[in-house]
């Protein structure tokens, strides 16, 4: 097949290139120049060093409606949202995809840790294609990735489902590839020598102070900007009140960030947004158990989800979970494979 490899310059892409090849395909990479610290240089010469041709796909401007419009609306708005889902579903898979259909490419790949699988609705008999756990379960990225669109899923292969981190690694420095060494990287990538806050700050202006409040909505202090502040968060709050103080709420409307003496535990989650994977889209009323993870570390639980028709439903999980926050996504999960997934918007 003529796969078309989105690459970055790091070693899972740079890695995955030599794989498909070894597979016998016919390997084309494409770095997306998506922001002006992208590192185009380091994907041209990864793609040197595993001799396959690379394109480069201007996406700079969808990349800054799309993805950094909607990390400054949401915080800006009390919310704590992850760029990389936004940016996978709007920007790295969609242009990706887009290239290799006008381009004659029979499937695109990335180094993502995860697996494409199909699944058989036994009703109707339709295919599906859905995001199942990677081999390394340290590396899966299967939460990153549960807004996919099913004609983007059929198109799709990760070459490094079924092998681990260490296991990469270890067979790029057998090659002498010098990104074997390369470390990963956690940060926003479009924010550079500063922190997301005066980012935020800097493109949309100070975030107006506010009181601090206590769960019975006393007034116990003055926080400097709700953008500063995540659900969870006990560091760097800047008020001193005798004990150990958590962010258990965030409101907007009211421009007040509530302080707890303890984190705060939900167990009814509502979601919006919902795409549904590999199951097909659910009934107003509809009910059905799942796994779910309400942040990518966190580790699945049991779950009933009601549906409630215009891609909304409440969660019930089983577990009460920690500091669940509004703006990260809950992802469902059957037999492993990603079902559906939605946007946090409460937590009870």
Known sequence: MRILLGMSGGLDSTYSALKLKEEGHTVEGAVLLMHEFTE?????????NVDIP?????CKEEFKNKVISDFLYNYRRGRTPNPCIICNSEIKF?????????????????GHYAKIVETEDAESGT?????????????????????????????????????????????????????????????????????YTDYIERCIGKSAEGDFINENGGTVGRHKGIIHYTVGQRKGLGVSLGQRMFVSDISYENNTVTLSDKPKFSSVVEISGIVFSSVKEMKPGEQARFMAKVRYLAPPVCCRLLYHGDNR????????????TAGQSCVLYKDGIVALGGFIDRAE
């Open 313 to 324: 439903a409440t969660v019930y999980l089983d577990t009460p979970q920690k500091s669940v």
């Open 94 to 110: 969609i242009f990706l995809f887009d290239y290799a259909q006008k381009n004659g490419f029979d499937m695109i790949a990335t």
């Open 40 to 48: 185009l240089d380091g994907a041209i010469q990864a793609a040197k």
């Open 54 to 58: 690379i394109h480069v796909i201007d």
């Open 127 to 195: 295919v599906r294609y859905g995001i199942q756990y990677a081999a390394d379960a340290g590396k899966d990225q299967t939460y990153m990735l549960w807004r996919l669109p099913q004609e983007v899923l059929s198109h799709l292969v990760f070459p490094l489902s079924e092998m681990s981190k260490k296991d990469v690694r270890e067979r790029a420095r057998s090659l002498g590839l010098s990104v074997a060494e390369s470390k990963e990287s956690q940060e926003i990538c479009f924010v550079k020598d500063e922190s």
